[in-house]
């Protein structure tokens, strides 16, 4: 027979299914708390069965996610404030109703959307988080560029003997894409422009609604104190090196407008090309593999750059700073920096993706300071902003 205490705590989970107590939306630590403990609870319980279910129809939820950004349908029940019909949905999207019936069927039966009555259609909870051009993004991105390097991955590791790659070119994204094998992620999104878009506008957002590094206050009492001490009108404050559209500028120029000093962006030119910047932002085109233009600025900031490329190439990068650097400058590498035991899904799926987009990788802290060690950096701080991602700040200055 069935412990009292069992059916109590699963009567509890039942009512939170239905509605989320207050405590546990207002307290994010808890609400975090619950999220791991429910996941790690539905693996030990799960069943043969059930473990085949969950993996081997899982590409199903990010085909469903696709779909319903293509139609619009998240957008459209988001807004609206009750139930609208199949038939109504299919009106807006163009989408024949009895197909139309069958998708959303699934995404109900995922909680992509909420089934308010037969045939009618409210939005969930992940209707919501998925409701924005943001969000699509990321999924159009993971979709339509990642799914095939991620489908080549096994049958790559096996031709190449299950070795850490050296080189930047023959990934499983090539192989995945049937490109050419000297075909990068990046000069793929040179002729992909649609991709480019999607990435760009997905990098500029991937950690929305989580910390960034500006929200902690020892990287930027650290940002700060090189700023009075060093900056002067014309000196350059701020390199975003490899900073894509230009996000990290803006919050940074938002958070202290007060800054004195250039802020400079800098990135491939197609991509400066795209960005979103105003006048108090420089944009500069560079390849940061070839040279380091800006001599002598305060902090040089690297975000998700350096897990794009394996050792050899982080090497030529950090190299062409650290010659750039003067006595004053730091750097700021925001990346990923792996525990040596118990890391999270959220770093260890983006290592794997690194790995079959790029030939990448995301490093622990012992690879880290090897890594500048022998660069001539000297690590002086690693500050960990987001733990369930490993997100971390590492300051160096040139030894
Ligand atoms: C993963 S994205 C990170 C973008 C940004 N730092 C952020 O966190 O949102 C890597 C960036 O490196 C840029 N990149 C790749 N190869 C480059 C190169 N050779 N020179 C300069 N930038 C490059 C890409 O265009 C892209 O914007």
């Not at 279910?53 to 939820?61: F, V």
Request: net charge negative; proline share 4%; with cysteine.
């Amino acid at each position: 027979m069935t412990s009292l205490k069992v059916l109590d705590i699963i009567s509890s989970l039942e009512e939170w299914a239905q509605s989320v107590p207050q405590e546990l939306r207002d307290d994010d630590s808890l609400r975090k708390r619950l999220f791991d403990v429910v996941q790690k609870l539905v693996s030990n319980v799960e069943t043969p069965a059930e473990t085949s279910q969950r993996l081997l129809y899982l590409p199903c939820e990010i085909m469903g996610a696709k779909i319903g950004g293509d139609l619009d349908i998240f957008s459209l029940l988001a807004a609206s404030n009750k139930p609208l019909s199949t038939e109504h949905i299919a009106k807006s999207c163009g989408a024949e109703p009895r197909l139309l019936l069958r998708l959303l069927k699934y995404m109900s039966s995922i909680a992509m959307v909420n089934e308010a009555d037969t045939s009618f259609w409210s939005p969930s909870n992940i209707t919501r988080n998925l409701a924005s051009r943001h969000s699509a993004a990321g999924i159009n991105h993971v979709h339509d560029s990642v799914m095939p390097a991620y489908h080549a991955l096994p049958s790559w590791l096996k031709r190449r003997e299950y070795k850490t790659p050296t080189a930047k070119n023959d990934t499983p994204f090539a192989q995945g894409h049937g490109a050419l094998p000297e075909t990068t992620f990046f000069s793929w999104l040179e002729q992909h422009p649609y991709n480019a878009t999607e990435f760009n506008i997905f990098m500029g957002v991937h950690r929305t609604g989580v910390k960034t590094w500006l929200d902690h206050d020892e990287i930027c009492h650290a940002l700060h104190n090189t700023h009075e001490a060093e900056v002067k009108e014309n000196e350059v404050a701020f390199v975003d090196v490899g900073g894509g559209i230009g996000q990290q500028c803006k919050a940074l120029r938002a958070k202290y407008p007060e800054l004195k000093g250039r802020v400079i962006l800098q990135d491939l030119p197609q991509v400066i090309h795209e960005a979103e910047v105003d006048g108090t932002i420089e944009a500069i085109s560079i390849d940061f593999l070839e040279h380091q233009p800006v001599h002598s600025a305060n902090v040089y900031y690297l975000r998700s750059v350096l897990r794009d490329w394996p050792d050899a190439q982080c090497r030529t990068i950090l190299g062409h700073i650290r010659d750039a650097m003067a006595a004053h400058s730091l750097i700021f590498i925001d990346e990923i920096v792996l525990p040596d035991r118990g890391a999270h899904k959220f770093s260890t799926q983006l290592d794997l993706t690194m790995l079959a987009m790029l030939n990448g990788e995301a490093r622990t802290e012992s690879h880290w300071r090897t890594l500048l060690g022998s660069l001539g950096f000297k690590v002086q701080d690693i500050i960990v902003y987001q733990k369930a991602g490993s997100e971390a700040v590492i300051i160096a200055t040139k030894k």
